[in-house]
């Protein structure tokens, strides 16, 4: 119960759209955690990023969860991670 009160008077929020998250939501709210732009790169036995490091270090395994793109959601959450301490 004092949970629901903190939440009434300092609500959480979604970090890519700013809903307020429900009691089972921790960061991202659940119409949007299934848009995040996963890659399956670590499914893939050579991938994108193991290509861009295999010159330069050596390297066994590499892969990225999500796709960065400028100003998508991705850039939201880091920005809100990396500047806004969430």
């Not at 960061?27 to 848009?35: L, P, S």
């Not at 994108?48 to 796709?67: C, D, G, Q, S, T």
């Not at 959450?77 to 301490?85: E, S, V």
């Amino acid at each position: 119960m004092f949970h629901d009160f903190l939440n009434f008077l300092h609500p959480r929020l979604c970090h890519t759209c700013e809903a307020v998250l429900l009691a089972n939501e921790n960061v991202v709210c659940t119409k949007y955690i299934h848009e995040l732009p996963a890659t399956n790169y670590h499914l893939e036995n050579e991938n994108a990023v193991e290509k861009v490091f295999y010159p330069r270090v050596k390297i066994e395994n590499a892969a990225i969860l999500l796709l960065f793109e400028k100003k998508g959601m991705v850039q939201q959450l880091i920005h809100n991670l990396k500047y806004r301490g969430h």
